[in-house]
């Protein structure tokens, strides 16, 4: 990450605790914030209306970087991945949707591995489709046949380049499309290692993030698809995950201000907590996010998986879901998570108002120092729910964001990061 003189706020207090899964290092945090400054240099845009050929994208879904620079946008729309130099300029696109190999029905995840390695993960074929540094097609792995829906969730690349994380309760809804029903709730959310060197993905338990009670609810859009969606209550703990260039990843799980580190084969080894209280979720609070998501209930149809919904009947199911809403007894302070190219954690706190996502965000590093806090308005991370902000880190201060435009299209700025 470029940056000019950066002071490190170390441990103010350390403790070493037997947990599950062996010693546990608890590292607190300082209570007060340290402001920071930070500064954008733009470098290019791609997806501009205005733009070249390559670059009209039908849907912008996810981005990522490789170590050298490149931006890689998957078009999910399109079912192609177009490859940007780090000057902006047209590299190569590959995939394209249909049957046979590097070829895809619904490609729906991007991992980038450091040295140029390619996954996307396709739901259609239920595979991960694997390309090489030039594009060029390598094999396609099957996902692991398991009980109940198939589920989509975030996945981040494996600095060994052979594997990716993923994580149970990260996904914005499952999807029933036949098999056997799953018999066993979850009782965890547990972030899983997924390895790709053989012909069906194996998944390894690196951590199990905590699972607040409750039961998922079911969705059916017009008779024709049922979402299995995971229950979340309104303000409670998101399962949030980053990966650290050592291998370890980083996890929120809780409504308090803890950031996990946990370890393949080790689980978690160490927690960095800040003294910050969440606040209590009282009936006026309930009754004011009520009254906003009312307000903000669009009129204008939806689309789940591909079945769309009239305006009137989503605006209809819309109201009904926001009575029926269940809330978390207080606001966790965590509402996003990302991980840096150099190992920093950049954490979201919600702002003044309990809905609001893009508070202050808070820098940590995976040694357990606090850098500083930007102050809230400053920094939006990109969220499934709202797909636009800092979408990912690169390397050498790189970040890209997807930003839309007064027509709703899409756009991926590349800018270099820098922040004292």
Same mark, same amino acid.
């Given at each position: 990450m470029n940056r000019k003189s950066i002071g490190s706020?170390?441990?103010? +207090?350390?403790?070493?605790?037997?947990?599950?899964?062996?010693?546990?290092?608890?590292?607190?945090?300082?209570?007060?914030?340290?402001?920071?400054?930070?500064? =954008?240099?733009?470098?290019?845009?791609?997806?501009?209306? !205005?733009?070249?050929?390559?670059?009209? =994208?039908?849907?912008?879904?996810?981005?990522?970087?490789?170590?050298?620079?490149?931006?890689?946008?998957?078009?999910?729309?399109?079912?192609?991945?177009?490859? &940007? !130099?780090?000057? /902006?300029? =047209?590299v190569r696109a590959f995939g394209r949707r249909g049957e046979g190999p590097g070829e895809f029905q619904n490609a729906d995840g991007l991992v980038v591995m450091r040295g140029g390695r390619v996954v996307i993960a396709d739901i259609g074929h239920r595979a991960y489709h694997l390309f090489d540094a030039k594009g060029e097609f390598e094999r396609r792995v099957r996902m692991a046949s398991e009980p109940g829906p198939l589920t989509l969730t975030e996945l981040l690349p494996d600095p060994?380049?052979?594997?990716?994380?993923?994580?149970?309760? !990260?996904?914005? =809804?499952?999807? &029933?499309?036949?098999?056997? +029903?799953?018999?066993?709730?979850?009782?965890?959310?547990?972030?899983?290692?997924?390895?790709?060197?053989?012909?069906?993905?194996?998944?390894?338990?690196?951590a199990n993030g905590w699972l607040p009670d409750g039961e998922p609810s079911s969705y059916t859009v017009g008779d024709l698809v049922t979402l299995d969606l995971p229950l979340h209550k309104t303000f409670g703990p998101l399962m949030l995950v980053g990966v650290l260039p050592d291998g370890s990843v980083a996890f929120s799980d809780s409504s308090a201000y803890e950031v996990k580190?946990?370890?393949?084969?080790?689980?978690?080894?160490?927690?960095?907590?800040r003294p910050l209280q969440p606040i209590p979720v009282t009936n006026r609070v309930i009754e004011a996010e009520k009254?906003?998501?009312?307000?903000?209930?669009?009129?204008?149809?939806?689309?789940?998986? /591909?079945?769309?919904?009239?305006?009137?009947?989503?605006?209809?199911?819309?109201?009904?879901?926001?009575? *029926?809403? *269940?809330?978390?007894?207080? &606001? !966790?302070?965590?509402?996003?998570?990302?991980?840096?190219?150099?190992?920093?954690?950049?954490?979201?706190?919600?702002?003044?108002?309990?809905?609001?996502?893009?508070?202050?965000?808070? &820098?940590?590093?995976?040694?357990?120092?606090?850098?500083?806090?930007?102050?809230?308005?400053?920094? *939006?991370? *990109?969220?499934?729910?709202?797909?636009?902000?800092l979408a990912t880190f690169g390397p050498d201060g790189l970040v890209a964001f997807i930003e839309r435009d007064e027509l709703d299209v899409k756009t991926v700025v590349v800018r270099r990061l820098q922040w004292r």
């Open positions: 706020f170390f441990v103010v +207090a350390g403790l070493v605790v037997s947990g599950p899964g062996g010693a546990q290092e608890i590292i607190s945090l300082p209570a007060e914030d340290h402001h920071l400054e930070l500064w =954008f240099e733009e470098l290019y845009r791609v997806g501009v209306l !205005s733009g070249e050929d390559w670059e009209k =994208f039908g849907n912008v879904r996810l981005v990522g970087f490789d170590g050298a620079g490149q931006l890689y946008i998957l078009d999910n729309q399109n079912s192609r991945i177009t490859l &940007v !130099s780090p000057d /902006g300029g =047209f060994g380049g052979q594997a990716v994380f993923s994580a149970v309760g !990260s996904q914005t =809804f499952g999807l &029933v499309i036949g098999g056997s +029903a799953r018999t066993i709730r979850h009782t965890t959310r547990p972030v899983v290692r997924v390895i790709l060197t053989d012909r069906v993905a194996r998944k390894d338990t690196v580190i946990a370890r393949p084969g080790e689980g978690v080894w160490r927690i960095l907590k009254q906003r998501q009312q307000r903000s209930a669009s009129g204008g149809g939806s689309v789940l998986s /591909g079945v769309r919904e009239s305006p009137r009947g989503s605006r209809a199911r819309a109201l009904e879901r926001i009575e *029926q809403l *269940q809330f978390f007894e207080e &606001v !966790s302070i965590i509402r996003n998570l990302k991980t840096g190219w150099d190992g920093e954690i950049w954490v979201q706190r919600h702002g003044e108002d309990p809905a609001d996502r893009y508070g202050p965000v808070d &820098v940590l590093d995976m040694h357990g120092r606090y850098r500083g806090t930007f102050p809230a308005g400053t920094l *939006q991370l *990109q969220t499934a729910v709202r797909p636009v902000g």
